[in-house]
């Protein structure tokens, strides 16, 4: 019987969880340690992230089969799509382009009563989009999150593509 020997999308599939946990840790630090919370583009990244570490998972259970180099590569393009949205986030931020309806703060005109004030309030973003609460070397964390999310995609397709093969 031969030992099993870690393919390309073993790795692929291992490397996606990790960065993808490693990039949900660090949201959750930020928001629960540091109260950085986040606005409605921020969690549409975190889902891309969850994507991307689900089909790293199944990668991983898969590691043995062909389909595991197809499930890889859509744990790349997870990774690329979370990218996607972090690009979005940042042009928002930037004032390029105007954000998703999530990202708007209610219309307080007149002829609203006092129960759909309350009710506009409880519905509202906690933080609009276009709000940098924080910086690190010129970066928002959305700019960050384009970074990372853009080198994970490559680093995952590039794994998956069989290059990551170890003996």
Same mark, same amino acid.
């Given at each position: 019987?031969? !030992?099993?020997?870690?393919? %390309?999308?073993?790795?692929? %599939?291992?490397?996606?969880?990790?960065?993808?946990?490693? #990039?949900?840790?660090?949201?959750?630090?930020?928001?629960?340690?540091?109260?950085?919370?986040? $606005?409605?583009? $921020?969690?549409? *990244?975190? /889902?891309? *992230?969850?994507?991307?570490?689900?089909?790293?998972?199944?990668?991983?259970?898969?590691?043995?089969?062909?389909?595991?180099? /197809?499930?890889?590569?859509?744990?790349?393009? #997870?990774?690329?799509? %979370?990218?996607?949205? #972090?690009?979005?986030?940042?042009?928002?931020?930037?004032? /390029?382009? *105007?954000?998703?309806? &999530? $990202?708007?703060?209610?219309?307080? &005109?007149? &002829?609203?009563?006092?129960?759909?004030?309350?009710?506009?309030?409880?519905?509202? !973003?906690?933080?609009? $989009?276009?709000?940098?609460?924080?910086?690190?070397?010129?970066?928002?964390?959305?700019? /960050?999150?384009?970074?990372?999310?853009?080198?994970?995609?490559?680093?995952? %397709?590039?794994?998956?593509? &069989?290059?990551?093969?170890?003996?």
């Amino acid at each position: 019987m031969q !030992p099993f020997r870690r393919t %390309g999308p073993f790795v692929a %599939g291992l490397f996606a969880m990790m960065a993808a946990g490693l #990039a949900l840790v660090t949201a959750l630090v930020s928001q629960y340690g540091f109260e950085l919370y986040p $606005c409605a583009l $921020c969690h549409y *990244q975190r /889902w891309a *992230q969850i994507a991307a570490g689900g089909l790293g998972l199944v990668t991983l259970l898969l590691a043995r089969t062909a389909l595991a180099y /197809w499930t890889a590569r859509f744990a790349a393009l #997870a990774f690329l799509a %979370g990218a996607g949205i #972090a690009l979005f986030h940042v042009g928002v931020e930037a004032a /390029w382009w *105007q954000g998703t309806s &999530g $990202c708007a703060t209610p219309d307080f &005109g007149s &002829g609203m009563s006092r129960e759909d004030i309350k009710s506009a309030i409880l519905s509202a !973003p906690t933080v609009a $989009c276009d709000a940098v609460a924080f910086r690190f070397l010129g970066l928002s964390m959305a700019g /960050w999150n384009l970074v990372y999310s853009s080198i994970a995609a490559m680093a995952v %397709g590039w794994l998956a593509s &069989g290059k990551g093969r170890t003996p």
